[in-house]
């Protein structure tokens, strides 16, 4: 089993910055890639931004490009978002994901993330 876990959210005003920080343990070598969720209340959940763990590419939302970076620390199975220039509409719990290695190809999907954080709390106030 893969376990996930999310830290670094908090209350921050709008134009701020927060760095999540998200740890994988247990058999990391059965996923290839990490991913970033959000869920606002009363919406769905949505695609945030994804890196595979050797770091060679990155994918983002559209709504949160220029502004956000994923980046990875192989050695330590950790992933970071940084988040910059945040706005109120940023405000959700966020989620971390570990994609399985039989998927492939697929980075926005949240259907073939298997492994799920317990989400962390960001709030951007005006």
């Known amino acids: 089993q893969v376990q996930v876990a999310e830290a670094g959210g908090g209350l921050v005003q709008a134009g701020g910055s927060l760095r999540l920080r998200c740890v994988a343990s247990?058999?990391?070598?059965?996923?290839?890639?990490m991913g970033w969720f959000r869920q606002a209340p009363g919406k769905e959940r949505e695609f945030v931004a994804a890196v595979p763990w050797s770091g060679s590419s990155t994918y983002y939302a559209d709504s949160v490009k220029g502004r956000f970076t994923i980046s990875v620390d192989n050695a330590q199975n950790t992933v970071f978002l940084q988040m910059n220039n945040l706005k109120p509409e940023d405000t959700a719990v966020y989620y971390c994901a570990a994609r399985p290695s039989y998927y492939s190809g697929n980075y926005y999907s949240g259907s073939v993330y298997e492994y799920w954080g317990q989400g962390t709390q960001v709030t951007v106030s005006s």
């Open positions: 247990g058999r990391t070598f059965r996923t290839n890639a």
